[in-house]
């Protein structure tokens, strides 16, 4: 069955950097795009941006542009998100979600269990 | 990108039927997938496509759009549909997400 496992939870200070990592499992990893999400507490989902596995093409939410970085190693069927220059406002739950498409839509169709980061000094 | 709009909440009687709404011009080119959240937990896909539900979610979800509008449908509303549901859809090449309906079962 398909699997995203994430990578537990982390505290940081302000201004540093964290990396939260997505381990996929019961498919073929380079079939499907990755895509991260975070929610704040209480807020709505928020989408960061998303990673073609096959080769790495990346893109972006403007709003996150500059101090997000998506990566995937194809050898350990992992994608991971690393954020950097971290605020207060950066605390929340970041999750990964695998993309299926079909002909005519494309949704997330599975979602790893949520990684929380909190930023705190 | 443009923003899709959700009432932020709604509530329905045991055995009812519900719906929850999602604007935005995206939806004009492209179809909303819906999402239910509860508390403390991952998102979980309930309608995407045109009317599609994913293998295990029953079938009183039901979705629909026209012009800009998404809709997602509960019938016979159970008390485990008690959630948040999100929507979300392409917009371009990004991807943009409703701020949330709160589905209260009374």
């Known amino acids: 069955q398909v699997q995203l496992v994430q990578s537990g939870a982390e505290v940081k200070k302000p201004g540093a950097s964290v990396k939260v990592s997505c381990k996929a499992s019961?498919?073929?990893?380079?079939?499907?795009?990755i895509h991260w999400v975070r929610q704040a507490p209480g807020q709505r989902l928020e989408w960061m941006g998303w990673i073609n596995p096959r080769n790495g093409n990346t893109k972006f939410s403007q709003k996150f542009q500059g101090r997000v970085t998506i990566t995937r190693d194809t050898s350990a069927s992992t994608a991971s998100m690393e954020l950097s220059s971290l605020r207060s406002e950066d605390t929340a739950v970041y999750f990964c979600?695998?993309?299926?498409?079909?002909?005519?839509?494309?949704?997330?169709?599975?979602w790893g269990q949520g990684t929380l980061v909190t930023v705190s000094s | 990108s443009s923003e899709l709009t959700q009432d932020p909440a709604v509530s329905v009687a045991l055995g009812q039927t519900v719906r929850i709404t999602c604007q935005g011009n995206s939806l004009r080119s492209y179809y909303a997938s819906w999402y239910q959240q509860k508390p403390g937990q991952a998102p979980v896909l309930v309608i995407y496509g045109k009317n599609n539900r994913p293998s295990g979610i029953p079938d009183r979800f039901s979705g629909s759009s026209s012009g800009n509008t998404a809709s997602l449908t509960i019938t016979e509303a159970q008390a485990e549909d008690e959630a948040d549901y999100y929507c979300?859809?392409?917009?371009?090449?990004?991807?943009?997400f409703g701020g949330g309906t709160k589905l209260t079962v009374l």
């Open positions: 019961g498919y073929t990893f380079t079939t499907y795009a």
């Open positions: 979600a695998r993309e299926g498409c079909n002909s005519v839509s494309c949704q997330h169709d599975y």
């Open positions: 979300n859809s392409r917009d371009s090449g990004d991807i943009v």
